[in-house]
């Protein structure tokens, strides 16, 4: 089975700074890539679709790339609102979520 | 504007069967698009449970589908799940979502989530 592992898990940053949230598969995958982001005490909600297409009303900050076994989530400045944890998801079959990454402020 | 509302007990015995129903608003559930069931136990990632489509087609996550019933009522605009058996490792948050799937397009994503609803598995 394909596994999907986030790194980091966990990530400190500042108001402003450029983020990356890495999603790596355990073997080569197609571009059924999504991701989400989940505030506290909150449904996710979906940024990014077939690897790198922004979902409407996503904020442009936002944006997706990769292809094969690594794909990135990348938040240009970051915003106070952006502290969340972050989910990959892919489909193979079925889909299936990576563990997630949380962003704190530091 | 798409809306799905989650509705059912929040609190099941163990070995009973968890049921809940989500609502779809502002959508037709007949249209094109699939629908979804996840799962999140507290303080942990994201699961899926299944997806099923207006025509009556599910498609169950392998490691809960001896347990899982989906079923669509196009009439009330809602899906519903059933999980049997339950125990507490079944005590989540429990989220319902619009599914858009196309393997032509290579796509699979939820767009729309219920706000959720937590069940807990405790006698």
């Known amino acids: 089975d394909i596994q999907l592992t986030q790194s980091p898990s966990f990530l400190s940053a500042s108001v402003g700074d450029r983020v990356t949230i890495t999603c790596r598969a355990s073997?080569?995958?197609?571009?059924?890539l999504a991701w989400y982001q989940q505030e506290p005490g909150k449904a996710p909600k979906l940024l990014i679709y077939a690897a790198s297409t922004l979902q409407s009303g996503v904020p442009s900050r936002f944006s997706g790339s990769g292809s094969g076994t690594e794909f990135t989530l990348t938040i240009s400045s970051l915003q106070p609102e952006d502290f969340a944890t972050y989910y990959c998801?892919?489909?193979?079959?079925?889909?299936?979520f990576g563990g997630g990454t949380k962003v704190e402020i530091k | 504007q798409v809306q799905l509302q989650e509705s059912g007990p929040g609190l099941v015995n163990p070995s009973e069967t968890l049921s809940l129903t989500c609502a779809v608003s502002?959508?037709?559930?007949?249209?094109?698009?699939?629908w979804g069931w996840i799962r999140q136990p507290p303080g942990k990632g994201l699961e899926w449970i299944g997806t099923?489509?207006?025509?009556?087609?599910?498609y169950y996550n392998p490691s809960l589908r001896s347990r899982i019933t989906m079923t669509i009522d196009t009439s009330k605009n809602q899906f519903s799940l059933r999980l049997s058996s339950v125990t507490a490792a079944d005590t989540a948050l429990y989220y319902c979502a619009r599914v858009r799937w196309s393997n032509a397009a290579v796509l699979y994503y939820f767009d729309y989530w219920g706000q959720g609803t937590l069940v807990t598995v405790s006698s």
């Open positions: 998801q892919h489909f193979n079959g079925y889909p299936f």
């Open positions: 502002g959508y037709s559930i007949s249209s094109s698009y699939y």
């Open positions: 099923t489509y207006h025509s009556g087609s599910t």
């Open positions: 073997q080569g995958i197609s571009s059924y």
